[in-house]
């Protein structure tokens, strides 16, 4: 980005180059050189921060005021915040970065040992490594990261060198985050760094939940799932002396209903002790189990609705806060693919029916599959000879073979590439139904047709609009 108030002062004297100067003016430019000085550097930052927010939509910028930038002020870097800077900065220039495969987004404030700078490296790809990745090494090997010593940021594995300059650690999966200082700010390389705060710390929307509030000094892990018979998705947050949060998404035959998840969490996750009571106004249970690396957690867990089940466990440090934690889940609704609202009668658990044959109308009312770790909504259209049914499924086993095999048993099935861009399965069922199945990131959709709507079938594939993951880094 060019020198802004280099290039105004070019402009000046160009401007003025041509022109005399009157007896007298001087003595009167003298007396007023200070605040034209002053007004001048206002000025400047106006127009940079002008200039660096119309290049980099998204951007805040430290704006310069007479030379000193607040150390709150709160500055983002593609999705994080800046919570601290030294003072004296001025306005960030901010760049494009690449390293190691990932890309990334860089601001930078001053020059040389003044410099700072905050480099943000997203890729959803990468799930662990992504620190080893940036600094040329590879995860695991030590010996690729010579002169590189491990740190720890928030309870994060860091690395950093022994001058103290630089400091990269994996926020979480696919978020790099990279503060480079200068000799002058090596002191302030922590309390930069420790500010760094990616919006929605919180974990933004988890399978249907969103979290408001967290206890301090915990951060958010990698959200995990176990594929088996009995799979569950989890997220969840860690801190010192072994303080931790789990949040599980039970979906499938073992949430049927409030009993039959107590059974299930009886087997899988240790728990010990329940009483029957209302967790957010749905029939649940107050718990008490065995924790990971404590004696004992504290949980609560509750039928959301047939075949979605939640539970919440914490250790034994953070039992005072287990009722504060669940009373700040709420439910969020996913975006739609468009931005707008979707049409209420065209959508199939958050998935838009985009494209639908002539004359087809909404048959009321939806039905419920469950399987094993996984359950499904299934919505129909008519005209009263012509028939349409969607299919959503949830779950954590997606992307495996057993559930396909269990969802799709009893129709004839033929790989196929379709209209769509990932491979879908073609099928045919008992009746004579044609059929196209696919798999997104968190959902798996199958659209069957009448017979006499077979050539209707790829189109209306090809429309499906699925809202983006639930989870986003």
Avoid: C
Wanted: without cysteine.
């Amino acid at each position: 980005m060019p020198n802004v108030e280099h290039e105004l002062r070019l402009a000046m004297v160009e401007e003025t180059s041509a022109l005399g100067v009157p007896p007298g003016l001087a003595h009167r430019v003298a007396q007023g050189a200070n605040r034209e000085r002053r007004a001048r550097r206002t000025a400047v930052a106006l127009v940079a921060a002008a200039v660096l927010a119309t290049a980099v939509p998204g951007y805040l910028t430290v704006t310069d005021r007479s030379g000193v930038a607040s150390p709150t002020q709160a500055v983002g870097v593609d999705g994080v915040k800046v919570g601290y800077l030294p003072p004296g900065l001025g306005a960030p220039v901010l760049e494009r970065a690449d390293a190691g495969g990932l890309r990334g987004t860089g601001a930078t404030w001053g020059a040389g040992d003044d410099l700072v700078r905050v480099t943000v490296y997203r890729d959803p790809t990468f799930h662990t490594g992504g620190a080893e990745r940036v600094l040329g090494g590879i995860k695991g090997t030590p010996e690729t990261l010579p002169g590189v010593l491990v740190a720890k940021v928030r309870g994060r594995g860091a690395f950093t060198r022994a001058e103290g300059d630089d400091l990269v650690w994996e926020e979480r999966s696919g978020l790099v985050l990279r503060v480079t200082v200068g000799v002058r700010h090596r002191d302030a390389l922590r309390r930069i760094a420790d500010g760094l705060t990616p919006k929605d710390p919180t974990g933004g929307v988890f399978q249907g939940l969103r979290f408001t509030y967290v206890p301090p000094g915990l951060h958010l892990t990698d959200p995990s799932t176990v594929v088996d018979p009995n799979g569950w998705t989890e997220l969840g947050w860690s801190g010192d002396n072994g303080a931790s949060i789990r949040l599980l998404a039970v979906r499938g035959v073992n949430a049927a209903d409030a009993e039959t998840l107590l059974t299930w969490a009886r087997t899988r996750q240790n728990l010990h002790t329940a009483t029957p009571e209302k967790v957010r106004g749905k029939p649940g249970y107050r718990a008490d189990g065995g924790g990971r690396g404590a004696s004992y957690s504290r949980m609560r867990l509750w039928l959301e609705k047939p075949g979605l089940g939640y539970v919440v466990e914490v250790n034994q440090g953070l039992a005072t806060t287990l009722d504060r934690i669940v009373k700040g889940l709420v439910p969020a609704e996913p975006p739609s693919p468009s931005g707008k609202p979707s049409t209420p009668g065209n959508t199939v658990d958050h998935v838009a029916v985009a494209s639908l044959p002539p004359g087809l109308r909404r048959v009321a009312g939806e039905t419920t599959r469950l399987g094993r770790g996984w359950s499904a909504k299934i919505a129909r259209w008519s005209d009263g000879s012509r028939d349409m049914e969607v299919t959503v499924v949830r779950g954590a086993v997606l992307h495996s073979s057993q559930w396909v095999d269990e969802f799709l048993r009893g129709q004839k099935r033929e790989s196929a590439r379709t209209r769509r861009p990932p491979m879908g399965i073609r099928t045919t069922d008992q009746d004579g139904r044609r059929g196209i199945f696919f798999e997104t990131s968190e959902v798996a959709v199958h659209v069957k047709v009448d017979p006499a709507l077979a050539g209707e079938l790829d189109r209306i594939a090809a429309k499906i609009r699925v809202p983006p993951p639930s989870y986003r880094p």
